[in-house]
């Protein structure tokens, strides 16, 4: 094994001994599992960079590596689509330990030999590495066996520094999405804002909308204002309506116009009847996602259109029943449902007794209400008592618990 704070500086001798120069980077392909170094960058005594293919290295330990070339007999390589330098682009780098669900720092990287090729095996971001790297390690005979490397496989990590290298932004995007959202907000949040908003640019529009979600209210606005317009609106369309609402108003006035018009005109139709309430009342703070069935279906029926709109919808806690002019008759629960006789018309099983708010009752009042009668979401009803939308409990009770508690409580399926 080998770590490339040993190998750095070496010295580069040609196949008759005489110095090419000193070993300033490792240049590695990505896409290769544990990726094998292709080319050896060396700085000469003219101080310009040449990358020698690492198929010309016959041997090599730490302090000294050999061609089986003459110098006069090498040609400089180019970089390829998928090569970073390990140096230049990891070393010092921010990374997402995806396991650990955190981001870190590369203090060092470890490389082995396998077969004719030498390989990143893990990076090091224990404070030894540190030492190591400073010259210290042999300095410190008491302290160095406490101080044990931390190594973190390389398959379990995604690199942060993707201002020059899009493919490697390709690679964070694929592999951060296999986290929660909460962890991704989380690790992000931690980033510059550039680096923020070419995270999120590449992640999947889903994931990148339930990431923002997660990230707290006053970086939000920031966040999507800063992506590119189609990708903000985009964003915008996956998530709740009373989410996106909430943060269009903290957009600059221009912004908010623009992302609307680029959105499709159902949602964003949804999203401006929202905006039209007081921020902390019940027409402000709903979604319109909400499942509802006419009087006369059978439980079958409304199985099927539970089943029709399922994954449009985040929460499906309950189910209402409106007449023919979408007045609220009933509600009746999930579990109702499937007890029920697929054949039962719903008007027999549904809860008549339907506790509801009106578009404009104060947030505080809507989480009184939840509060009291232990409901995971209510109705929301015009003066016609025709159902609007519905607000469910982590909204209602946003008012009374912090943002960020609030975040932390489970979606409701």
Request: with cysteine; hydrophobic share 40%; glycine share 4%.
């Amino acid at each position: 094994m080998f770590f490339l704070s040993k190998l750095l500086s070496s010295k580069i001798y040609d196949l008759k001994g005489n110095m090419v120069g000193n070993l300033k980077d490792l240049v590695v392909s990505l896409y290769n599992g544990y990726p094998p170094v292709v080319d050896v960058i060396s700085k000469g005594d003219a101080k310009n960079d040449f990358r020698i293919p690492w198929k010309l290295i016959r041997n090599f330990e730490e302090s000294e590596m050999f061609l089986s070339c003459q110098a006069s007999e090498l040609v400089s390589g180019t970089r390829g689509e998928d090569e970073i330098c390990l140096v230049r682009d990891i070393l010092d780098k921010q990374i997402v330990d995806t396991e650990g669900r955190k981001l870190i720092r590369v203090q060092d990287i470890q490389l082995a030999r396998v077969e004719d090729t030498l390989r990143v095996m893990a990076v090091d971001v224990s404070v030894r590495a540190i030492f190591r790297r400073l010259g210290f390690e042999m300095l410190l005979p008491g302290i160095k066996d406490k101080l044990e490397p931390k190594l973190l496989d390389w398959k379990n990590l995604n690199f942060l520094g993707v201002e020059e290298h899009d493919i490697r932004l390709r690679v964070i995007s694929k592999k951060l999405e296999v986290l929660h959202p909460a962890d991704i907000a989380e690790i992000v949040s931690e980033l510059s804002p550039d680096q923020r908003t070419k995270i999120l640019q590449a992640l999947d529009q889903e994931v990148a909308a339930d990431t923002i979600e997660e990230l707290h209210p006053s970086d939000q606005a920031n966040t999507i204002a800063s992506l590119e317009s189609k990708k903000a609106s985009e964003i915008l369309e996956e998530m709740a309506p009373d989410e996106a609402a909430d943060l269009i108003a903290d957009l600059p006035p221009n912004k908010a116009t623009e992302l609307l018009g680029l959105m499709k005109v159902d949602e964003a139709y949804e999203i401006k009847q929202l905006l039209k309430f007081p921020e902390n009342s019940a027409g402000g703070i709903m979604t319109t996602e909400f499942v509802s069935v006419p009087d006369d279906f059978t439980a079958e029926d409304a199985t099927k259109r539970i089943r029709e709109k399922g994954d449009e919808l985040d929460t499906i806690s309950y189910i209402y029943v409106v007449d023919k002019e979408g007045a609220l008759r009933g509600v009746f629960s999930l579990k109702q449902l499937i007890i029920a006789d697929p054949k039962a018309v719903v008007t027999d099983f549904m809860q008549t007794n339907v506790i509801s708010v009106t578009l404009l009752s104060e947030q505080t009042d809507v989480a009184k209400i939840v509060a009291k009668y232990n409901i995971l979401a209510v109705p929301v009803v015009d003066d016609k008592k025709r159902i609007k939308g519905i607000v469910t409990i982590d909204d209602a009770l946003d008012v009374i618990i912090p943002t960020k508690w609030k975040k932390r409580f489970p979606r409701i399926y």
